[in-house]
């Protein structure tokens, strides 16, 4: 178990980054986590996606809102083609579920946005 999003997909999709930032870390020396690239927004909180196919930033860079940062890939002790999402507050990473508020009852758009999921959203009664 680890404190992070698995979001699977097809092998070469785009990964964004969440908001504009600087690149801190750009490449493999994560153990485990195989081409990872992290991007600082503020001073606490730095989005890492590992696991990636290929890096589309280098350390230094600026990035926007939603840029492709890299393609997602199967590489580092991955289980198949993912993204490994995690926040880090510091240097402790966090889920980045944990960091949205829960959707209320009978909402059917999860926090992030996107529609809801099925079976969370049968365990919640909605």
Do not use: C, F, W
């Not at 890492?48 to 492709?68: E, I, M, S, T, Y």
Request: glycine share 14%.
């Amino acid at each position: 178990m680890h404190e992070a999003t698995g979001i699977a997909a097809a092998v070469g999709e785009a990964v964004q980054a969440i908001a504009p930032g600087a690149v801190i870390h750009a490449g493999d020396g994560l153990r485990g986590y195989g081409d990872v690239a992290i991007v600082r927004h503020d001073r606490r909180r730095t989005p890492l996606d590992a696991h990636n196919r290929a890096l589309k930033v280098q350390q230094g860079d600026q990035v926007a809102q939603r840029p492709v940062v890299a393609l997602l890939g199967n590489t580092g002790h991955a289980t198949g083609p993912h993204v490994h999402r995690e926040i880090r507050d510091g240097d402790t990473p966090a889920s980045p579920r944990s960091l949205v508020p829960r959707s209320k009852p009978g909402s059917l758009i999860d926090p992030g946005g996107g529609p809801a999921d099925d079976a969370e959203a049968a365990a919640a009664g909605r």
